[in-house]
């Protein structure tokens, strides 16, 4: 069985476009001469269809142009266990998999020295790093809309938990400025009230550990099958997958060695970190302290009282 991170985001493109188009599998199968046992295995990623089937795929259901160029880009490597996207085609791809991935997670683990991840960002914070980071100022408000689109995740009725092991210097950026960092220390503060939800403060000074090498994140997440023209859940069935970012990339993991490998430096990483109760505690601190300077700086622009 292929079931690699790009087989199942192929399998989500072909199954996408085949609906767009109002077409059902016994109609595709007809079509392309295929059973639509094969055709609903390639649309869940359980087997891989050749790129020559992907393209016979594509021209039955009139896809073209670009959306056919990135579709094809993942019909090539898609028994490869890890999974490298260096082209934009490929990271749009890889995002909307990690979007996916995220929607149907049961646990969320967040491992992140420097930035507060996506989901516990505040909308000024987006806006500051997307501003920052040289996005399209007409891209901005679609993208900020995406990223809070996605906490759906942690608010639904029957959540994903959330455990955060954010670094000491991660708020000390002042990302957007002052006024920004304190409305998300208070975000935070908020969204840790919620019971599916753990933030640990990973300290400064406590040597070497598997934190420092940078942020991923490991998502276990329900699997769905693919059955003729339905799709059933399989709650019990879990998957498990690593994310790790960089400024040109993204790489996938699933392998169980990978994995685990990840589960071990989370393991590592609780060791120095701050209980719950003193992480949240460090946060509201910091929080009060730059509320205080900002008071001070604002009595002091307004100059000495006049006397009376």
């Known amino acids: ?149 996605r906490r759906e995740v942690l608010e639904k009725p029957k959540p994903a938990r959330l455990l955060l092991l954010l670094g000491q210097g991660a708020l000390n950026q002042d990302v957007g400025g002052q006024e920004v960092t304190v409305e998300q220390i208070h975000h935070i503060l908020t969204m840790a009230t919620r019971p599916n939800i753990d933030v640990r403060i990973i300290p400064e000074h406590r040597g070497w550990h598997p934190g420092l090498e940078g942020p991923f994140a490991l998502i276990e997440a329900n699997r769905s099958a693919t059955h003729g023209n339905t799709v059933a859940p399989a709650p019990r069935q879990l998957s498990s997958i690593v994310f790790v970012g960089t400024r040109r990339s993204v790489l996938m993991l699933h392998e169980d060695a990978d994995v685990g490998t990840y589960r071990e430096a989370i393991h590592r990483i609780m060791q120095v970190t701050l209980t719950a109760e003193a992480s949240l505690n460090y946060i509201a601190d910091l929080g009060k302290r730059l509320e205080r300077n900002d008071d001070r700086r604002s009595h002091l622009a307004k100059g000495p009282s006049k006397p009376k």
């Open 1 to 149: 069985m292929a079931r690699t991170p790009k087989a199942q985001a192929l399998g989500a493109m072909l199954r996408q476009a085949r609906k767009d188009k109002g077409i059902v599998l016994d109609e595709l199968g007809a079509a392309i001469h295929r059973d639509i046992g094969t055709i609903s295995r390639w649309e869940n990623g359980e087997r891989t269809p050749k790129p020559e089937q992907v393209a016979q795929i594509l021209t039955r259901l009139d896809v073209h142009g670009v959306r056919y160029d990135e579709i094809m880009t993942l019909a090539y490597g898609t028994n490869e266990s890890q999974w490298v996207a260096t082209t934009l085609p490929e990271l749009r791809q890889q995002m909307a998999a990690y979007i996916d991935w995220e929607q149907r997670a049961t646990s969320i683990v967040e491992v992140d020295p420097l930035m507060v991840p996506g989901l516990l960002q505040t909308t000024s914070y987006i806006k500051a790093v997307m501003t920052a980071g040289g996005v399209p100022a007409g891209e901005i408000a679609s993208r900020i809309a995406s990223r809070i689109g």
